[in-house]
């Protein structure tokens, strides 16, 4: 198909498909005459996964290309997939204390969790516990336990979502799509559960009787 | 204490300080003389907060005001605060498609989970699911169900860890802090359990048996 077709297909415009191809993102097109370039299913599909990364997933083109290279590279093994896609995700982090790198530990010594010790969630969850340390809201640090329980269960079904995904490159995909997209997901579905929860135990107003647990302090 | 104190105690800059005060997010410290201001322990408390939610939760300005207002205003319910809170947080998303707000709307369902219409949570999560079905990665939409049990319980800890802060103003506080900072925690965490689960699976590398459990497809 012509880029104009391409662009239609994906709405992405013929302006950014260009500059994709450029940054290195989009394989170019097969040249099949003077001024005219043909684009295949590859292209469609590619397009609208870096579209996913870069819009939903907010990506930096420089990053969106680490995980495309590492999606077309099939030598890369999954485990580095995975690397390379929690690297890109865009998050500031600063340098976080010993004291809460080691409560990090803990939870992982407690869960069996063993990484690299360059795993990128380490600081992030580190720097957390920082920020909450400062402001003193230390009863979120207690429940870590609870919390990396319930991440278990995530990151067992992300890892089933990736086994139930196809052969090798598919797989790979999968990873780098779960892990980008899949926090705003549970993001989500965390912001409808808080809100559900919140109304059974504190909202009485349209309770019709009074046998809701209460747990107020 | 004097501002200059007040800015070492928090590591926030006198301009910053200043800033934050004709923005409407900090109180005015107590004017003692000419040109003097003096300020409390409830500044120091106050400007942490402040500094957590705009540098660690990524909160703009007018989204923190609208956070801090909630807080100090002891009329506004818990729940309410949930939803202030949750609608700071920075997300931009697409409009949904009606098949993707049913699969939400099918898996919340399925949990009993009852929210008013406006839940930010509802459009976030389906906007995903509309990305992932556009790029044909429906095995992580077959898993909703999976994800959704795994945050019911992370949703009972967070109302846990709210109930444990003590009285309601301190309750509210954590309702924000651990709405604005609880996604990166937890975004920490999984990190570091897919990698974990995914040596587990695949990595067999530095395996000292055969008996691990394989999932290829």
Redesign the interface.
């Known amino acids: 198909m012509r880029i104009s077709q391409l662009s239609e297909r994906t709405g992405v415009s013929v302006a950014t498909i260009k500059y994709y191809t450029r940054e290195g993102l989009l394989p170019a097109g097969e040249h099949v005459g003077y001024n005219s370039t043909d684009y295949g299913e590859d292209h469609v ?1 590619r397009l ?2 870096i579209r ?1 990364l870069i ?2 997933g ?1 990506l930096s083109i420089a990053a969106a290309r680490r995980v495309i290279a590492a999606l077309n590279d099939s030598d890369v ?3 580095e997939v ?2 390379v896609a ?1 690297g890109a ?1 865009p ?2 982090v ?1 340098v976080p204390s010993e004291t809460a790198l080691d409560a ?1 530990r803990e ?2 010594d407690e ?6 010790p360059e ?11 920082d ?2 340390t ?4 230390t ?2 640090i ?2 870590l336990p ?22 090798d490159e598919r ?1 790979a ?2 990873v780098v ?3 980008v ?19 059974h ?3 009485n107003d349209d309770a019709d009787d009074g046998t809701e647990d209460e ?3």
Chains 1, 2 share one sequence.
């Open positions: 599909e609208r996964l996913a819009e939903s907010g093994p999954l485990p995975f690397g929690q995700v998050r500031e600063s990090v939870v992982m869960r069996g969790w063993v990484t690299v795993n990128p969630g380490i600081p992030l969850a580190a720097s957390v516990i920020d909450l400062r402001i003193g809201h009863e979120l207690d429940q609870r919390y990396a329980e319930a991440i278990d269960l995530i990151a067992a079904v992300d890892l089933d979502a990736v086994a139930a995904s196809g052969d797989q995909e999968t799509v779960g892990t997209l899949g926090d705003t997901l549970l993001a989500g579905l965390r912001r409808i559960a808080q809100e559900a929860h919140t109304r135990r504190y909202d747990a107020t302090s």
